[in-house]
């Protein structure tokens, strides 16, 4: 079993920062692709940001530019560094991460607030 664990979300003002981190933990051999989605308030989940085991990143039109992902595969952690927040950027923020031969794992979310 692989769980993952989100912290860093929370209330800040439009134009701030926040840095999401992700760990996993459990019985695995490796992660391929660790993601981050999101998803707002009466929305659907979105694809924000991923990247690959030898660190090739994506990220969605929206978070160009603002947000960047990051991971440590010693620590099994990914993060997402994320500037000039923006109150669309509200939402629960999930870690996604591919564990080969084993499938895909989301943690539980943590909420991000942008607003004054």
């Known amino acids: 079993q692989v769980q993952l664990v989100e912290s860093g979300g929370g209330l800040v003002q439009p134009g701030g920062s926040l840095r999401l981190s992700c760990g996993a933990s459990g019985s695995y051999s490796s992660i391929d692709v660790m993601s981050w989605y999101r998803q707002p308030p009466g929305k659907e989940r979105e694809l924000v940001a991923s990247?690959?085991?030898?660190?090739?990143?994506t990220y969605a039109d929206s978070v160009k530019g603002r947000f960047t992902i990051s991971r440590d595969n010693a620590k099994n952690m990914v993060y997402l560094q994320m500037n000039s927040l923006k109150p669309e950027d509200t939402a629960v923020y999930y870690c996604?991460?591919?564990?080969?031969?084993?499938?895909?794992?989301w943690g539980a979310g943590t909420l991000v607030t942008v607003s004054s």
């Open positions: 996604m991460m591919e564990v080969l031969a084993r499938g895909i794992y």
């Open positions: 990247i690959s085991r030898r660190a090739w990143t």
